[in-house]
């Protein structure tokens, strides 16, 4: 087990994470269900997935894949049904065209490149009708950013990782650059973001 995996472990088993933190899934999980509530049969990849928490709640009705880089964690997430994978954000092991949504829940603030990440995320995307969902912290917001301090108090861990923060503007043309039709919104008292980006522009 690597450092990296230790760190997240600890943090995914933590009494703070599953009690003080855990709320904040609860508005996450609102707005993916409500997504999904007419669409089933699709292909949903799970990138950065962690223990798939979140996205393991659509098995019943699509097919879900996990891409992490931590087996510790993918195994967590093949326990709650979906297909694992070893992966990264450059490095999808899937083939073009393959998936009908990509989901990224709090995990595109941690892409080393954003513009590797979208061209990857683009392939394995259907080219017409391909979707991206994002749920990422707003670095706009005041509150957030106290809450990040916090949070990694708690948790006892030495940073979130978040190498790639997004801003309102940051994100809006990163997904208007590569997307055709890109809505967004907020959630959780303003401190995410969540966006649905689709019609992937080749």
């Not at 809505?183 to 522009?201: I, Q």
């Amino acid at each position: 087990m690597t450092n990296s995996e230790q760190c997240f472990d600890r943090f995914y088993d933590s009494l703070a994470r599953k009690i003080f933190l855990g709320w904040v899934d609860i508005r996450k999980q609102a707005v993916i269900t409500k997504f999904f509530k007419n669409r089933s049969g699709l292909r949903v990849l799970d990138l950065g997935s962690g223990t798939a928490n979140i996205s393991s709640r659509l098995v019943a009705s699509n097919k879900v894949y996990a891409v992490d880089q931590s087996e510790l964690l993918l195994n967590q997430a093949s326990r709650r049904g979906v297909i694992t994978a070893l992966g990264s954000f450059e490095n999808i092991p899937h083939p073009d065209s393959y998936f009908d949504v990509v989901l990224m829940i709090d995990s595109i603030e941690h892409v080393p490149s954003r513009e590797k990440a979208f061209k990857e995320i683009k392939r394995v995307l259907k080219k017409d009708s391909g979707i991206l969902l994002v749920i990422t912290p707003c670095y706009n917001s005041l509150l957030w950013n106290l809450s990040e301090w916090f949070a990694v108090w708690i948790t006892k861990r030495v940073s979130s990782g978040h190498i790639s923060p997004f801003t309102t503007e940051s994100l809006d043309y990163f997904l208007k650059s590569n997307f055709h039709i890109v809505n967004t919104n907020k959630l959780n008292f303003k401190m995410w973001f969540w966006s649905v980006a689709s019609g992937p522009k080749l």
